[in-house]
């Protein structure tokens, strides 16, 4: 959950303008080269290896992240989380150059103001909306989701919050959890899942208040993992798309019929590795520029 550490990347001891330039020069370097890589491999694993015809309008989009606010589709499915990650930067610095990102009032505040946005979506009807509606209409529980995180953290870092904070957070948080309830039913005396919508965010919520904040598990090698996971995540699915071609050519015969955890496991090591090289080669040197590029400005540069 980047959103657990996201605004506290914003220096409530800075000066405000200086803080939000800094903030939006650290994340576009974090954000966009690794993703401006993923998008040629996912064409070449998504869209050419599966010969469908390549919608340069769609891809010329998808070079600013913004494709779903503008009604296109996303060159890969899971590119959707990084245009709500846009939203949400652009809320964190505008609360933070208001003067209030820091105070859980403020944060409670957007949260349920977000919970009755979400609420006059469904009331609308507008849920199942398409395209930039689609987006639009989806924003509120997202987001909503992003501010949880927010909130959990200071609670987390103990700032000290009132009683009426913390009860308005834990009732949030079950707002999000406790519809995912209805997946569990009971089969003839057995407990059977049966997913519903929201499920899978309820469960992130769970296992992320388990192991972050009460559980805590410290490892070199899940700190190693918690580094390379955005390029993880970015490249993932092209190789599970690879897997697939390759299972298809001729020649690849004696690699067909195995059991699925071994294709999960090569799958899972080799999107590893190259997430690896992709940190070390491209993430890490991207990150430190923009990190030399937001270096407080000179009184005299300041002024002009």
């Known amino acids: 959950m980047g959103n657990y550490v996201i605004p506290a990347s914003l220096d409530h001891r800075q000066d405000r303008t200086e803080g939000i330039r800094t903030f939006a020069?650290?994340?576009?370097?974090?954000?966009?080269?690794?993703?401006?890589?993923?998008?040629?491999?996912?064409?070449?694993?998504?869209?050419?290896?599966?010969?469908?015809?390549?919608?340069?309008a769609t891809v010329a989009v998808n070079i600013t992240l913004l494709q779903r606010m503008l009604g296109f589709d996303n060159i890969v499915n899971f590119y959707w989380t990084l245009s709500y990650e846009l939203v949400f930067y652009v809320l964190c610095a505008a609360l933070y150059a208001l003067g209030v990102l820091h105070r859980p009032w403020a944060l409670i505040a957007t949260l349920y103001a977000l919970v009755v946005a979400f609420a006059a979506v469904a009331l609308l009807g507008a849920s199942d909306a398409e395209g930039y509606l689609?987006?639009?209409?989806?924003?509120?529980?997202?987001?909503?989701?992003?501010?949880?995180?927010?909130?959990l953290r200071q609670w987390h870092d103990g700032k000290r919050l009132s009683l009426g904070i913390k009860v308005a957070l834990v009732f949030i948080i079950l707002l999000f959890v406790v519809p995912a309830a209805r997946s569990f039913k009971l089969e003839d005396g057995l407990l059977a899942f049966h997913p519903v919508g929201g499920w899978s965010g309820a469960f992130a919520i769970l296992f992320f208040i388990i192991?972050?904040?009460?559980?805590?598990?410290?490892?070199?090698?899940?700190?190693?993992?918690?580094?390379?996971?955005?390029?993880?995540?970015?490249?993932?699915?092209?190789?599970?798309?690879?897997?697939?071609?390759?299972?298809?050519?001729?020649?690849?015969?004696?690699?067909?019929?195995?059991?699925?955890?071994?294709?999960?496991?090569?799958?899972?090591?080799?999107?590893?590795?190259?997430?690896?090289?992709?940190?070390?080669?491209?993430?890490?040197?991207?990150?430190?520029?923009?990190?030399?590029?937001?270096?407080?400005?000179?009184?005299?540069?300041?002024?002009?």
């Open 25 to 56: 020069i650290r994340r576009f370097f974090r954000l966009y080269p690794a993703y401006w890589l993923s998008l040629p491999v996912a064409l070449w694993a998504v869209w050419w290896l599966q010969g469908r015809a390549i919608d340069w």
């Open 211 to 304: 192991f972050a904040m009460r559980l805590r598990i410290s490892h070199p090698v899940l700190s190693w993992l918690g580094a390379i996971s955005y390029s993880l995540y970015l490249f993932h699915t092209m190789a599970v798309y690879l897997a697939y071609w390759l299972l298809a050519q001729p020649g690849f015969e004696w690699a067909r019929g195995w059991d699925l955890t071994a294709y999960c496991v090569l799958i899972l090591v080799a999107t590893m590795l190259f997430s690896a090289a992709v940190y070390r080669w491209l993430e890490l040197p991207m990150i430190a520029l923009g990190r030399r590029l937001s270096l407080p400005r000179s009184p005299a540069v300041a002024q002009r």
């Open 134 to 151: 689609g987006f639009f209409a989806d924003m509120p529980s997202y987001l909503g989701l992003m501010f949880t995180g927010a909130v």
